[in-house]
């Protein structure tokens, strides 16, 4: 069974300290790896898409890579707008018709 | 664009009622899905489809009911409400089979009594 597993589940930083969000994955034949932000009473917001292990992706304060057995988002100085729930997904199988969420991970960024 | 569209934002219901969950969006993508969101656990899809006339069950999809007539619709529906339905309901949308920009709804927060 696919299975996608997020760490840790609430992660709190200072403004400006840079840390990583790990993303763990079980699944048969990876079709696609996604990162989706989340705020509060809205709804998930995609950030990446990963399709190979080695591949990276950035957006603005965000990195995203991606190996065989899991993904990292690193958040480089952050900023507290970068507070948010962090969402990992992953589609698998030939002619897959749905992703698998992990938990999240609720990341707080103080001023 | 209005983007994905959901109502109501929030809805009480009591056990045994029925009631439907709208969704709509503007893009004329084809492929549309419902998701609900519990506490401590990922989002589950529970019926998505892949055109007009064309929908398939997900993963938890005993007690509700989907239809697609046109492109721009995809209602929920609760057939008859139980207490394990409180959840957040999120409608998506995307393009094509790729998951690349699947575009979420603000979502409903349902409580069943």
């Known amino acids: 069974e696919d299975q996608v597993t997020q760490s840790p589940e609430a992660l709190r930083l200072q403004e400006g300290e840079s840390s990583s969000l790990n993303c763990s994955y079980t699944v048969s034949g990876l079709r696609g790896l996604f990162w989706y932000r989340q705020d509060p009473g809205k709804g998930p917001e995609f950030l990446f898409t990963?399709?190979?292990a080695g591949e990276e992706k950035e957006k603005e304060r965000l990195k995203a890579t991606l190996t065989k057995k899991e993904s990292f988002l690193h958040i480089t100085a952050p900023k507290p707008e970068d507070s948010a729930t962090y969402l990992c997904?992953?589609?698998?199988?030939?002619?897959?018709?749905?992703?698998?969420f992990g938990q999240g991970t609720r990341l707080t960024i103080n001023p | 664009n209005a983007g994905v569209t959901q109502t109501p934002k929030f809805q009480v219901l009591k056990t045994g009622q029925s009631m439907t969950l709208q969704c709509a969006q503007d893009?004329?993508?084809?492929?549309m899905s419902w998701y609900r969101q519990d506490p401590g656990m990922g989002l589950r899809l529970i019926h998505y489809?892949?055109?007009?006339?064309?929908?398939d069950q997900g993963e938890v999809p005993n007690g509700y009911n989907v239809s697609r007539s046109t492109t721009e619709d995809f209602p929920l529906r609760l057939l008859s409400a139980a207490p394990s339905q409180t959840s957040v309901y999120f409608c998506?949308?995307?393009?094509?089979?790729?998951?690349?920009?699947?575009?979420f709804g603000p979502g409903t927060r349902l409580t069943v009594l």
């Open positions: 893009m004329n993508h084809e492929y």
């Open positions: 998506a949308s995307r393009v094509g089979f790729s998951y690349n920009e699947q575009f």
């Open positions: 489809s892949v055109g007009a006339g064309i929908t």
């Open positions: 997904a992953v589609q698998a199988g030939r002619g897959a018709q749905k992703l698998v």
């Open positions: 990963l399709y190979s």
